[in-house]
T-cell receptor
Framework: DGGITQSPKYLFRKEGQNVTLSCEQN?????MYWYRQDPGQGLRLIYY???????QKGDIAEGYSVSREKKESFPLTVTSAQKNPTAFYLC??????????FGNGTRLTVT | DQQVKQNSPSLSVQEGRISILNCDYT??????FLWYKKYPAEGPTFLIS?????DKNEDGRFTVFLNKSAKHLSLHIVPSQPGDSAVYFC???????????FGTGTRLKVLA
C-alpha cells in the first residue's frame, strides 16, 4: 500500500533543542509539503519542495529548515529559533495538479 | 492576509438533511480548489476538487459549487450522516505554483 509515513506520532522536547520530524512517501510523488496546524488557525504552509534538491519557503518558514536529498524523504527540523514550536505537524505529497495526500501527523510538544 | 477564509467555525445539522459548508477566497489567480475532511489527530483526507473552468463537481453525496465572480465555493453533503462529523477544510492553488493555501476549517456535527 502506498502512503505517507510520519514518525514519531508524538514527540517531546525541551526548549532550546532542535528536533527533526520524519516524512517518507512511497507514492512516487515529485512534490512534498510541510504544514502546521494550530487550534483555530487551520493548516499553514511551512515549506514545500517540487523536486529533489529544491525547496521553497511557505508562509511561516521562520525557525524551520528542510532538506530534500531523496524523492521519498522530506525531513523537517524545528530549530530553537522557532518561537512557538508546540503544534501538530502534517506532511503531504502530490503530483502536479492533483490533490495532496497527507500523513497522519506528528504532535510536537516543547516544554 | 488570509487568502482563503471559512467564516463559520462550526455547523450542526440533523442526520439526513443537507450540510452546506462555505469558503471564500481573495486571490483571483487561484484556479484549483479542494475540500478535505479531518478527524482529530489524523491527517486530512481528500474529498472532492474543482477546477476554475467548471462551476460544479459531484461525487456521490458530495457536490462542490464554484462561483468565480463572487470568489466563493461551497461543499454540499446530501444526505448528511453521523460519520460526516469532522472538521472540513477548503484549499486553493494557482496552477503550477504548488502552493496550496488552506482555510481555517469548519467543524461539522451531524446529529442522529
Amino acid at each position: 500500500d502506498g502512503g505517507i509515513t510520519q514518525s514519531p506520532k508524538y514527540l517531546f522536547r525541551k526548549e532550546g533543542q532542535n528536533v527533526t520530524l520524519s516524512c517518507e512517501q512511497n507514492l512516487n510523488h515529485d512534490a512534498m509539503y510541510w504544514y502546521r496546524q494550530d487550534p483555530g488557525q487551520g493548516l499553514r504552509l511551512i515549506y514545500y519542495s517540487q523536486i529533489v534538491n529544491d525547496f521553497q519557503k511557505g508562509d511561516i518558514a521562520e525557525g524551520y529548515s528542510v532538506s530534500r536529498e531523496k524523492k521519498e524523504s522530506f525531513p523537517l527540523t524545528v530549530t530553537s529559533a522557532q518561537k512557538n514550536p508546540t503544534a501538530f505537524y502534517l506532511c503531504a505529497s502530490n503530483r502536479a495538479r492533483s490533490p495532496l495526500h497527507f500523513g497522519n501527523g506528528t504532535r510536537l510538544t516543547v516544554t | 492576509d488570509q487568502q482563503v477564509k471559512q467564516n463559520s467555525p462550526s455547523l450542526s445539522v440533523q442526520e439526513g438533511r443537507i450540510s452546506i459548508l462555505n469558503c471564500d477566497y481573495t486571490n483571483s489567480m487561484f484556479d484549483y480548489f479542494l475540500w478535505y475532511k479531518k478527524y482529530p489527530a489524523e491527517g486530512p483526507t481528500f474529498l472532492i476538487s474543482i477546477s476554475s473552468i467548471k462551476d460544479k463537481n459531484e461525487d456521490g453525496r458530495f457536490t462542490v459549487f464554484l462561483n468565480k465572480s463572487a470568489k466563493h465555493l461551497s461543499l454540499h453533503i446530501v444526505p448528511s450522516q453521523p460519520g460526516d462529523s469532522a472538521v472540513y477544510f477548503c484549499a486553493a492553488e494557482t496552477s503550477g505554483t504548488y502552493k496550496y493555501i488552506f482555510g481555517t476549517g469548519t467543524r461539522l456535527k451531524v446529529l442522529a
